[in-house]
């Protein structure tokens, strides 16, 4: 985006202005801002505390409660990261996440969108992480990889690409899952507002299995950073073009995985993909390759 001018403010309303000056903090190392200038403790106020000057939050979780934050503006299209260390020990049915959602606090989950991360915890190596896509449903399209790496010996870098192409999850620069807009085929796609979330809670179902969770060896911490937000704000101005190539998310560049990707992309589902939505519910979902009868 070309740099503004004196003379080119006369056609910049104030929220205009306001949205492009918080773009332009992109450039600001994403690990050094701090949290209280993008999101906001929603729940768990006594499992929070922001630490190193706010640019780190810990949440933790006992028996009685977990903790969770979200963003104080919602987004239309974006490059969304956080860096993130999940709770050591026994820490099956322990779920980290992070994710954007259209739900807001106190509401009806509905027909919304939804694109998550969100750790499993487990007794130790490999962990299994969990990416899930909610398109004005209830979802449904979990997909499961299990790490190359122990994600909590130290931070590592988790990043969601969303924009009218595809959605892209990446793991420290790995793109692990990519979703496609495939509306020509009958595909719901995201399109709606989205606040970005982090939360640490439980579940003793589908997480664990239906096992116990060991709160002996509470509490459970997870630790999170890199505030910083690339995003198009709808609402601050709802007239926001989120898919306008003056984002860089949204261009060429952005429309697809470029050949490198491509290669790292293959081998992460070929070696570490352990479960895909499409292998027992491929018939829900017209995205899902179709199988022929033999």
């Keep these: 985006?070309?740099?503004?001018?004196?003379?080119?403010?006369?056609?910049?309303?104030?929220?205009?202005?306001?949205?492009?000056?918080?773009?332009?903090?992109?450039?600001?190392?994403?690990?050094?801002?701090?949290?209280?200038?993008?999101?906001?403790n929603t729940w768990g106020f006594y499992h929070f505390s922001s630490i190193n000057n706010g640019t780190e939050v810990r949440l933790s979780i006992d028996e009685y409660s977990g903790s969770g934050f979200m963003s104080n503006h919602t987004y239309g299209s974006g490059f969304f990261r956080m860096r993130m260390k999940i709770p050591n020990k026994d820490s099956l049915g322990i779920i980290t996440t992070f994710y954007l959602t259209s739900q807001q606090n106190n509401q009806p989950a509905g027909n919304h969108d939804e694109l998550d991360f969100e750790f499993l915890g487990?007794?130790?190596?490999?962990?299994?992480?969990?990416?899930?896509?909610?398109?004005?449903?209830?979802?449904?399209?979990?997909?499961?990889?299990?790490?190359?790496?122990?994600?909590?010996?130290?931070?590592?870098?988790?990043?969601?690409?969303?924009?009218?192409?595809?959605?892209v999850f990446y793991v420290d620069k790995i793109p692990i899952r990519?979703?496609?807009?495939?509306?020509?085929?009958?595909?719901?796609?995201?399109?709606?507002?989205?606040?970005?979330?982090?939360?640490?809670?439980?579940?003793?179902?589908w997480a664990a299995h239906g096992q116990q969770i060991n709160w002996t060896q509470a509490p459970f911490v997870a630790y999170f950073q890199g505030f910083n937000i690339n995003g198009c704000l709808k609402d601050i101005d709802s007239t926001s073009q989120c898919n306008s190539t003056h984002y860089r998310w949204n261009g060429p560049r952005y429309m697809g995985l470029d050949q490198t990707e491509i290669v790292t992309y293959e081998k992460v589902r070929r070696k570490y993909l352990t479960y895909s939505y499409c292998s027992d519910r491929g018939s829900l979902h017209p995205e899902c390759p179709r199988r022929t009868l033999e």
């Design 1 to 40: 985006m070309p740099f503004i001018t004196s003379s080119y403010l006369p056609f910049f309303s104030f929220v205009s202005l306001f949205a492009y000056l918080r773009l332009s903090t992109c450039a600001i190392n994403p690990d050094k801002v701090s949290f209280d200038q993008n999101y906001y």
């Design 122 to 167: 487990g007794h130790g190596t490999p962990y299994t992480l969990q990416t899930n896509v909610f398109s004005n449903d209830n979802g449904g399209r979990e997909e499961r990889v299990a790490l190359w790496f122990d994600p909590t010996a130290d931070f590592h870098t988790y990043k969601i690409l969303w924009n009218q192409h595809q959605i």
């Design 178 to 205: 990519v979703f496609k807009n495939n509306t020509g085929i009958g595909v719901n796609y995201p399109s709606q507002a989205m606040s970005v979330v982090g939360s640490l809670w439980s579940d003793t179902t």
